[in-house]
Structures are given as C-alpha cells and as structure tokens.
Nanobody, 124 residues
Framework: QLQLVESGGGLVQPGGSLRLSCAASGFSVDYYTIAWFRQAPGKEREGVSGISNSDDRTYYADSVKGRFTISRDIAKNTVYLQMNNLEPEDTAVYYC?????????????????WGQGTQVTVSS
C-alpha cells in the first residue's frame, strides 16, 4: 500500500523559509514521479513542483521558480520542498502526491496517491 506523509508546515513571516518533507512507504520514490501541490481556501488545487522518475528532471510553477527547490533522498525514501522567500500568497495546505506513469505532469487528477497535507501560513 502506497502511503505519503507530509510534515514541516507551520507559521512563518514573509521572507522566511520552511522545508516540507514527504515520507513515502510501500514504494520507492525513485521509481515514481513525486509532486507537491497546494490548495488555498476557495481556490483549486495547483501544482507547485515535481521531480520526474524517468529522467530526474525537476519542474516548478512560474509562481515559485527561484524560491522553491524540490529534492529527493532515496536512502530516506523522502522528497523535500525547500521554500525560501515565502510570500503571503504561498499560504495553503501543501500536499505531496505520487504518479507511476509518464509523461510528467502537474495536473492533480493525474496523480494516484496523496498525503494528508500540511498547512503553511505566511503572515506577519
């Protein structure tokens, strides 16, 4: 059974940083595409970043390019999202998800397994 557990969310001031973790069990993160999504109140879930299982390429939404970095630790079977220079607009519940097929996409409905989410609040 594939399972994903997010952690690392919290309250941070604008300009601050957080690192989210997505711990996987039941499968190896190097064989699946793993992506981060977020959903703010009243808004649709949107793709933030992902790392492809086929070529290890990383992908970012335009809104987070240059501020967020996705990485993968195969030994710990965990994917991270380092978020720097956070803005109030980054406030949302962040989810990680896994997809076993190609090609890479950040469309939420193409992902099969999801974590429970972790809240990120950026506020002064």
């Amino acid at each position: 059974q594939l399972q994903l557990v997010e952690s690392g969310g919290g309250l941070v001031q604008p300009g601050g940083s957080l690192r989210l973790s997505c711990a996987a069990s039941g499968f190896s993160v190097d064989y699946y595409t793993i992506a981060w999504f977020r959903q703010a109140p009243g808004k649709e879930r949107e793709g933030v970043s992902g790392i492809s299982n086929s070529d290890d390429r990383t992908y970012y939404a335009d809104s987070v390019k240059g501020r967020f970095t996705i990485s993968r630790d195969i030994a710990k079977n965990t994917v991270y999202l380092q978020m720097n220079n956070l803005e109030p607009e980054d406030t949302a519940v962040y989810y990680c998800a896994a997809r076993g097929s190609v090609p890479f996409t950040l469309l939420p409905d193409k992902y099969d397994s999801w974590g429970q989410g972790t809240q990120v609040t950026v506020s002064s």
